[in-house]
């Protein structure tokens, strides 16, 4: 078992937003250590049908963007700079729906795989963890963007309890 080094605090929204939303609807998370200081926030506009966020980091400059690409039937998002650059990419391969490998210029440099936390945690909370790997020498910026990307790659796919491919 890892060392919890994170928590995320979803700012209140709307339930009915949440009710008839679910995947869809607009969320603001700020990533706190544990002594509650904000490390980075992700913010999700309402998209009626693509899933994009904003990464920023403690100050709220904006670190990157994460843009999900319709794609049948494998999952891919692409990672954005500030600046509009691509910097990595998301893969979810078919066969394996809980992991997302990193891959920058056609290398995979890391994961980020869901992880198995029970079955009473699994059925009847909303509650899910998750592991990100990256290269140790990765700068700020990119690890800031990863990251940032669990809690998109969690509420298009996992946020209803089960697997979601396409939406």
């Given at each position: 078992?890892?060392?919890e080094l994170f928590y995320a605090v979803e700012e209140p929204g709307s339930v009915l937003a949440r009710l008839f939303l679910k995947a869809h609807r607009p969320f603001a998370i700020d990533v706190?250590?544990?002594?509650?200081e904000r490390l980075l926030r992700?913010?999700?506009?309402?998209?009626?049908y693509s899933h994009t966020a904003q990464i920023f980091d403690r100050y709220g400059t904006l670190?990157?963007?994460l843009d999900r690409h319709f794609s049948i039937p494998r999952r891919l998002y692409s990672v954005l700079s500030a600046n509009g650059s691509k910097l990595f990419d998301l893969f979810g391969p078919l066969l394996h729906p809980w992991t997302f490998e990193i891959h920058e210029n056609g290398t995979q440099r890391g994961m980020i795989q869901k992880k198995w936390s029970g079955l009473a945690k699994e059925a009847f909370t909303d509650a899910?963890?998750?592991?990100v790997?990256?290269?140790?020498d990765w700068p700020v910026e990119k690890k800031t963007?990863?990251?940032g990307a669990v809690f998109l790659i969690d509420f298009v796919h996992f946020e209803d309890?089960?697997?979601r491919w396409y939406d």
């Open positions: 078992r890892g060392t706190v250590n544990r002594g509650g992700i913010e999700r506009p309402f998209r009626f670190v990157g963007t899910d963890n998750f592991g790997t990256f290269p140790p963007l990863a990251l309890g089960w697997v």
